[in-house]
């Protein structure tokens, strides 16, 4: 006998599929809610680890940055040449004018290799601590960096020690120290509104903090050591979490699941394609400063309004970047006083036109130096002197084409290459002397100054047949000066 099978309710099978999707999807939904319950912990956590690593960076950076200015001027003939002659006159005008110039700047002095401070600590800003933590340096001990002082309430300040070398010779050190209210200017530029930021020195003493202190009474917080120093910097934020309402709100969206998932996967694909393409954007910019191959002026154009900002943000930060990076480059290669390039730009262009005359390119580097330049120093005085170092800069510079290389190699030494010269150098030098005479006669409130500075100067020719290293050059070509010092002054041998 046949068994017919037992009939259903269309409505009732589509009632228990509903139910069973339903109870899946809310399930579902719960899980998901529970996961993310966890999840948000753990996403917040690494959120914080990767804030506080931008966040000591940032603080390494503006430490690093002041490091490098004092490594910059450590790097000068002129601080060595102060340090070898001991001259301590020269040393606190040399200590004000770099003070005056970098205004974050407290104290600047140069300490010779016996200990000594060249001038009178407390005329350059030097406190007793200072001094005491100098002398420990010098005797081998290490100390935490960089060091922080609070001898004085209004004037806490970190310092920053350089030593000065000279032919693999240690001469002495450089002493710069810095406002520790640069730190807490930037810690409050940093911090959010739902945060809070601590930096203490190495022996634990804080430096500055900023943000919502009553964070730092609740629960866990983060440590960390700044990049380059021997300071810690404290994060704390708010803790997320996920509210009952998030809950509820979880559990109705499991109602309308199967409506919405299909227009949510349209749209969500949609926004991810759309930040994907203005990430690459704020992407390519960054790689721009990355790669130094500039960015400023560049037409930018975002589809997102919620991005929009953001890019104005990091527009604004590689234009800062960028400029601080044109800067600083610009300080390493160029001599303040003159804006022509230094000794270390110089010796670049100098082993990179040895290196192309060896090729068959023929060039000429002429070497010149100053007559009677420490009389109108002694006479008149340091600015005076300045004056005449730029009048003659300035008749070089007028006297040069633009493809000449211009230095500055240190005192009342200049030099210079000249590509591919096809002139009379002999009515080059009398022309550069006529014009700097000329010049110095309007020096002094037009006074003019006595004696006149005359030059005498070197030079070479530079082909594949004289072809040397950089340093073999730079040596005949001074012996070429020597020959004209020698020779009665005002004149070039070449």
């Not at 440590?223 to 509820?248: C, N």
């Not at 400063?289 to 919620?306: A, I, N």
């Not at 005359?357 to 420490?374: H, I």
Request: overall charge neutral.
């Amino acid at each position: 006998m046949n068994v017919l099978p037992k009939t259903v309710s269309i409505r009732g099978v589509t009632l228990r599929y509903l139910t069973l999707i339903l109870v899946f999807a809310l399930a579902g939904v719960l899980s998901m809610a529970m996961m993310g319950f966890y999840s948000s912990r753990e996403a917040t956590q690494r959120h914080e680890a990767f804030e506080l690593d931008v966040l000591k960076r940032d603080i390494g950076s503006r430490v690093g940055f002041y490091r490098r200015i004092a490594t910059t001027y450590a790097g000068r003939q002129e601080v060595a040449d102060i340090l070898i002659f001991g001259d301590v006159g020269r040393a606190v005008l040399w200590a004000e004018e770099v003070r005056d110039f970098l205004p974050e700047s407290i104290g600047v002095a140069l300490i010779n290799s016996d200990g000594n401070v060249l001038g009178e600590p407390p005329q350059l800003h030097l406190g007793k601590q200072c001094v005491a933590d100098l002398k420990k340096m010098l005797g081998g001990t290490k100390l935490p960096q960089p060091p922080v002082h609070r001898e004085v309430t209004t004037m806490h300040h970190f310092d920053v020690t350089i030593p000065v070398r000279s032919d693999g010779e240690t001469l002495g050190l450089l002493f710069m120290s810095f406002s520790t209210d640069i730190v807490k200017s930037r810690l409050a530029e940093l911090v959010g509104d739902k945060q809070y930021l601590l930096v203490a020195d190495g022996k634990g003493n804080t430096i500055a903090q900023a943000g919502n202190r009553r964070l730092s009474e609740d629960g866990r917080s983060l440590w960390a050591t700044i990049p380059g120093t021997d300071w810690q910097m404290r994060f704390k934020g708010y803790e997320v979490g996920y509210s009952h309402l998030f809950l509820v709100a979880m559990l109705l969206s499991g109602v309308i699941f199967i409506v919405i998932i299909t227009l949510t996967i349209y749209f969500s694909s949609r926004l991810l394609r759309l930040f994907s393409v203005d990430l690459n954007q704020i992407r390519n910019l960054l790689q721009g400063v990355h790669k130094g191959s500039g960015t400023l002026g560049q037409q930018r154009k975002v589809q997102l309004q919620e991005t929009e900002s953001i890019m104005e943000d990091v527009s604004v930060l590689v234009q800062r970047i960028e400029q601080a990076n044109r800067s600083l480059k610009k300080l390493s290669t160029h001599d303040p006083l003159t804006g022509l390039y230094n000794r270390r730009a110089f010796d670049e262009e100098l082993e990179r036109y040895a290196g192309l005359a060896k090729r068959g390119t023929v060039s000429r580097v002429v070497l010149l130096d100053l007559d009677k330049f420490k009389p109108v120093n002694d006479h008149y005085g340091h600015h005076i002197g300045d004056e005449v170092l730029i009048a003659l800069s300035s008749t070089l510079s007028e006297r040069c084409r633009s493809s000449d290389i211009l230095a500055r190699l240190g005192g009342d030494e200049f030099a210079l290459i000249m590509p591919a010269y096809e002139g009379e150098i002999d009515l080059w030098f009398k022309d550069v002397m006529a014009q700097f005479r000329k010049k110095q006669l309007q020096l002094n409130g037009g006074e003019g100054i006595e004696p006149v500075c005359s030059i005498s100067a070197g030079s070479i020719v530079l082909d594949e047949g004289s072809a040397a290293e950089a340093k073999v050059l730079m040596q005949r070509v001074d012996e070429k000066l020597y020959q004209a010092k020698r020779g009665g002054r005002g004149i070039i041998v070449h």
